[in-house]
């Protein structure tokens, strides 16, 4: 035991100097996440010129940390006939114990120390500390574990070198082909991506086990080789989409029962892919109520059935089905929640009452007049078009609207339109709960961190929108946010609540513009929307200090469960009327 504590610290000595100006890059990819969430983030340019220097830090960091790898375990090589531990009273078992005892005190935890600060000023719980160190020792044990076993079957760093190289080849050909296949699904090429690094990781973890336990080259060689070969292999042809079998195994929803829903309608869309070739789509959109007081429907996975009555059939399984933006607000557009929230749940949240004003203008009679004539005229001009009209709900029943897409041949969707088929969904459908964040004043230069969120309004100032038709509206209130989420939670969506009269406007959500190994999500988000407006004397009005109260409001949705429903109508009609069918 003190013979491997002796090289443990033999090893720290050694490699002091090159590992302190690794924790130099370190700190600068820290500076760098300071300065994506500063002022200067305004000039959106800026933003993203330092984004691209805190990649580079990142890559520079993962290339310095892998020869620096190579050099811990070359110091002590396992391959040859010159190896000075040989002769030592130690085996290959509390050899490599050591070795990884090192690597771990430099290359894992000293990270984890130099990002510490900044986890805390971004106020990291503990629940938000262990998913964000789990991403950087991710992120690093790629290298390191590479570097450890390619490093364990060679005897000098020449050989070291020319084989990365080969394997970086091969691996950068994989990447390049998952990077730019456009014939597959965005969760099935993030199935492949894990799955290639998952074999790589463990293959090389058996490689360097059996070298380390036996020192027989040539077998951890093919081990090694082998797990090259599967993992190229995965990148190219590995073919289930396992975000699609995780969804499976959400835990079942409580009081699901309540929820009811069917079949809404239907309409017909088409789009070029990257080929250049048309691709038909019907999109069937499914409407939920019932049991919506306190969670949203987040989507899910459905199998989708269409048939003929003369046996023909279209089969489609594991469909996304997505939350459909629009339907639920004043004109029928998704005025103020996002994509398929119920309002109640997040008033709820936000500590608002269920009976005060569910918009920023619902407590203006004048204005609610206003609206519905709007309203009117909305469905009039859908009559003329023939397109489906979004039909606002009853604030009373609450409804979520979902909808899965399913890809057809031309000669399919002409089919579809002349002679609407029966269709059968078995979907698979997740909630989730809103849980507010932060809430913070609406006003430029404000800051504030909570609950693994740091918002920081770098400015904001009124910017002239053209109307071209009915009387002009206030000009719009552009607003530009940087902020910080933890990992672990979904996109956080942002909210301007009106505290005054109980309402609240949706802006939008923070779709992260860097991910790991940065451990957090880091965006800059440039945001417009109308000042609360009154129709006063024949044209609208802001209103008066409505930014004394308001307040700006960071909201997570957080999986809370799922069910299963099985839905069915005997003719799918395409965009002329929304009809609900009962659930079979």
């Not at 269920?354 to 519905?372: F, G, I, S, V």
């Not at 451990?519 to 609360?532: D, V």
Request: charge should be neutral.
């Amino acid at each position: 035991m003190n013979l491997t504590w002796h090289i443990i610290k033999k090893d720290l000595v050694r490699l002091r100097l090159p590992v302190l100006l690794w924790a130099v890059v370190l700190a600068g990819q820290v500076y760098a996440s300071h300065e994506l969430i500063s002022p200067l983030s305004l000039d959106l340019n800026l933003f993203f010129e330092m984004g691209m220097f805190f990649n580079l830090l990142v890559l520079v960091g993962l290339v310095v940390t892998y020869p620096l790898v190579a050099t811990l375990v070359l110091d002590d090589p396992l391959s040859g006939t010159t190896m000075f531990w040989v002769t030592r009273p130690i085996t290959g078992g509390r050899l490599l114990v050591a070795k990884v005892v090192v690597a771990f005190l430099l290359f894992g935890l000293l990270p984890l120390l130099v990002w510490l600060p900044w986890w805390l000023y971004c106020s990291f719980g503990w629940h938000d500390l262990l998913p964000a160190a789990g991403c950087v020792l991710g992120i690093q044990a790629i290298t390191v574990i590479l570097a450890f076993a390619l490093a364990a079957l060679v005897d000098q760093i020449g050989r070291f070198l020319l084989y990365s190289l080969l394997l970086g080849f091969a691996v950068l050909v994989a990447l390049l082909y998952v990077a730019s296949h456009t014939g597959i699904s965005r969760e099935l090429l993030q199935s492949r991506l894990l799955v290639t690094a998952g074999l790589l990781m463990l293959f090389s973890v058996g490689a360097l086990v059996r070298q380390y336990s036996t020192r027989r080259l040539v077998s951890a060689a093919a081990v090694m080789l082998a797990g090259v070969v599967l993992s190229v292999a995965a990148a190219f042809w590995w073919p289930l989409n396992l975000a699609g079998y995780w969804a499976d195994y959400r835990q079942p929803l409580a009081g699901a029962e309540q929820i009811t829903g069917g079949i809404e309608w239907a309409d017909m869309s088409s789009y070029k892919d990257s080929d250049g070739v048309e691709v038909e789509t019907v999109v069937i959109h499914l409407r939920f109520t019932g049991g919506l007081d306190d969670i949203n429907l987040a989507g899910g996975l459905a199998d989708v059935e269409l048939r003929w009555s003369d046996g023909t059939t279209i089969k489609k399984t594991r469909l996304k089905l997505s939350e459909f933006n629009g339907g639920d607000g004043p004109d029928g557009s998704d005025y103020g929640y996002g994509s398929g929230l119920s309002w109640l749940p997040l008033r709820r949240g936000l500590g608002l009452k269920d009976d005060e004003a569910r918009y920023l203008h619902h407590w203006d009679p004048e204005t609610n007049a206003k609206q519905a004539q709007l309203l009117v005229e909305s469905r009039e001009r859908a009559k003329k078009l023939g397109s489906h009209f979004h039909e606002p709900k009853d604030i009373e029943q609450l409804s979520a609207p979902l909808f899965v897409t399913v890809s057809l041949t031309p000669l399919q969707a002409e089919r579809i339109k002349t002679d609407p088929p029966a269709c059968s969904i078995s979907a698979r459908i997740g909630a989730r709960k809103p849980e507010v964040m932060l809430e913070m004043p609406l006003q430029s230069g404000g800051k504030m961190a909570s609950h693994g969120e740091r918002l920081h309004i770098l400015g904001m100032r009124k910017t002239h929108w053209f109307q071209s038709k009915g009387p002009a509206r206030p000009d719009w209130i552009s607003v530009t946010v940087a902020t910080v989420t933890a990992p672990g939670y979904s996109n956080v969506s942002l909210y301007l609540v009106d505290r005054n009269h109980g309402s609240l406007g949706f802006l939008g959500s923070n779709a992260p513009v860097f991910t790991i190994p940065m451990a957090m999500n880091i965006a800059c988000l440039p945001f417009g929307f109308q000042p609360p407006s009154l129709w006063r004397e024949d044209k609208w009005v802001e209103v008066p200090g409505w930014q004394d109260t308001a307040t700006l409001a960071a909201v997570t949705f957080r999986d809370v469960g799922g069910f299963d429903r099985d839905f069915h109508t005997d003719r799918l009609a395409v965009a002329k009327s929304a009809r609900s069918e009962t659930i079979k």
